[in-house]
């Protein structure tokens, strides 16, 4: 789109003529017809000037686009008529516009030369320039144009008048109005249109994200949730044999004269008997106070039963209590390595936690306790190994299958120190975690509760604890001078000497004392055991009936 700006050839400017008159030759070209000389006033007095006005009005036309100078043509001399005073005396010091061209005089446009017309040189016409919008002007009102004179083949030199020449517009002029005026109209209208529309919708979109911002929405946020799931979990998941187990257990906050604890327990029947660890209850001693507290929060007081430090198990009884729910006890002997299996207690007094995980050894010969140095507090445990996370303040709690039954009392840990951090406290859970058989944890409560006493079985010999061959050694003496072997015991039956190896129990290896000691306290009184035995280099086997000893 043009704006007004000349596409033509810029006009060239040249500096201006001195003063008095001066002629100049053209290049040779063909003569032109001959017509007789018209003379020019090269003064340019006024005088002359107004008379040819009056009598020949000017023509109106538009002035002609300057373009690149054309070539010379033939020029006559042009002569005075009569010779003319000048206006003013030369300058002798050439000072511009009178004298010569200075430096800043300014150029006159070319100006292509036209023939000299019969009457003289005529007053140039009024501007016959355009208005604002490119329109041209007309002439003023009863101006008239000259007759047109016919014009001689050979051009002269006019005398330039740069005052008088016609007025040049500096650009091109516009479109009309009425063309290219009303679609730019248009255009403008549609622009200022737009700016406004812009504005009126950033103005709501500022006002609407304030809003947003201050208010925190249009509407309140609702993000989406499944809805409320009333159905239960299999019963065989741990979230279902949680919900299942979680009513029979509870806590123990053990208290005495000189230290306390936290164990866990589980309900054996509902007259109030509950299973625990002996060392959960140990630190209650004669007078201390035993509170148990149930999965719901209740709490009642609580009185030891029965205890016994070998097997490391406890029973205690709560009174008065109302709605109480047995846990079931299932049959350590099914179980399998690889088996499924939870634990329930209260580790570090968080009571109701659950941890799961698998049976990852059976029959493992453990010895716990040793506290006190005399080995009265040593607890010997043929015990089922799980990975399922077990901490302090787990003793005493269930470990149940897949049917929420019970199949062992968790009661040790494995840690992978010394089994003490540097404040005194015990190690966590390293995944080897203990729990007694619940088959020998039935049998010890039942004594518990029945007696107030549990059985031990045995076979009438001493072991010496030293021995660090393969097996169990039998010693050459008995404690306080006591014989080895009991005379009329078990092992005296069967035919046991001092200084025999016994290396099986049933058929299954054995690797020292402690182990012997495990696999026998495993059995009942009563029941009959195959052991296999090397004395003096010959493998013998021999059978005996285990005796019954009181436990402590």
């Known amino acids: 789109m043009e704006d007004g700006k000349s596409t033509g050839p810029k006009a060239k400017w040249w500096s201006r003529p001195t003063a008095g008159g001066t ?51 033939p020029v006559a001399s042009v002569a005075a ?5 000048p206006l003013h005396e030369p ?7 009178y004298g010569g061209p200075g430096p800043w005089a300014p150029a006159p446009p070319v100006q292509r030369p036209v023939p000299t017309p019969a009457h003289g040189t005529p007053v140039p016409p009024q501007y016959a320039g355009t208005n604002g919008a490119g329109i041209p002007t007309s002439p003023a009102p009863g101006f008239t144009s000259p007759p047109q004179q016919p014009q001689s083949q050979s051009t002269q030199w006019l005398q330039y008048d740069p005052w008088g020449a016609p007025r040049q517009p500096l650009t091109n002029p516009g479109p009309p109005l009425g063309a290219d005026g009303g679609r730019n109209n248009r255009r403008g209208s549609l622009l200022v249109g737009a700016v406004l529309l812009a504005l009126v919708a950033g103005g709501i979109g500022g006002g609407i994200g304030a809003y947003v911002e201050r208010n925190g929405g249009l509407t309140q946020v609702e993000l989406p949730q499944t809805g409320h799931s009333t159905g239960g979990r299999a019963p065989d998941s741990v979230a279902g044999i949680a919900a299942s187990a979680l009513p029979s ?19 054996l029947d509902k007259s109030g008997h509950i299973l625990t660890n002996n060392h959960v209850v140990a630190p209650a001693g004669s007078s201390g106070e035993i509170t148990v507290t149930f999965s719901g929060g209740e709490t009642a007081r609580a009185e030891v039963v029965g205890k016994d430090s070998g097997y490391d198990l406890a029973v205690v009884k709560v009174t008065g209590v109302s709605g109480l729910k047995p846990l079931p006890l299932g049959n350590s002997d099914n179980v399998q390595v690889g088996d499924p299996v939870v634990a329930i207690g ?10 799961s995980g698998i049976i990852s050894a059976k029959d493992r010969p453990i010895t716990a306790g040793g506290e006190k140095g005399d080995g009265s507090d040593i607890s010997y445990v043929d015990a089922l190994q799980t990975d399922a996370p077990i901490n302090p303040g787990n003793s005493g709690g269930p470990l149940v299958d897949t049917d929420a ?3 062992g009392i968790n009661s040790a840990i494995r840690a992978a120190d010394s089994g003490s951090s540097a404040e005194g406290g ?5 995944g080897l975690g203990f729990a007694i058989p619940i088959n020998q944890g039935k049998r010890v409560a039942e004594e518990l509760i029945n007696t107030g006493k549990a059985t031990h079985p045995v076979i009438g010999v001493t072991l010496d604890m030293k021995y660090t061959g393969d097996g169990a050694k039998v010693d050459t003496k008995g404690a306080a ?14 035919g046991i000497n001092p200084g025999d190896v016994i290396t099986e129990v049933d058929g299954r290896r054995v690797h020292s004392g402690e182990e012997l000691i495990v696999k026998i306290r495993a059995h009942r009184p009563g029941d009959r055991l195959d052991l296999g035995l090397t004395r003096g280099g010959k493998d013998l086997s021999i059978s005996l009936t285990l005796g019954s000893a009181t436990g402590t």
């Open 81 to 85: 008529t009569q010779p003319v005073a």
């Open 405 to 407: 039954h019970v199949i």
């Open 481 to 494: 001078g006591k014989p080895a072997v009991t005379p009329g015991g078990p092992g005296a039956k069967a």
């Open 23 to 73: 002629t100049r030759t053209a290049p040779d070209e063909p003569t032109p017809v001959e017509e007789p000389a018209p003379t020019v006033d090269v003064t340019g007095a006024t005088g002359v000037t107004e008379a040819h006005a009056a009598d020949v009005p000017p023509q109106p036309s538009a002035p002609e686009p300057v373009s690149s100078p054309p070539a010379p043509e």
């Open 249 to 267: 257990v509870v806590t123990l906050h053990v208290s005495g004269t000189t230290e306390s604890g936290t164990g866990t327990g589980f309900v």
């Open 91 to 97: 300058d002798q010091y050439s000072t511009p516009p």
């Open 426 to 430: 015990q190690a966590g859970s390293i």
């Open 346 to 355: 209260a580790p570090f007094d968080l009571s109701n936690t659950v941890t």
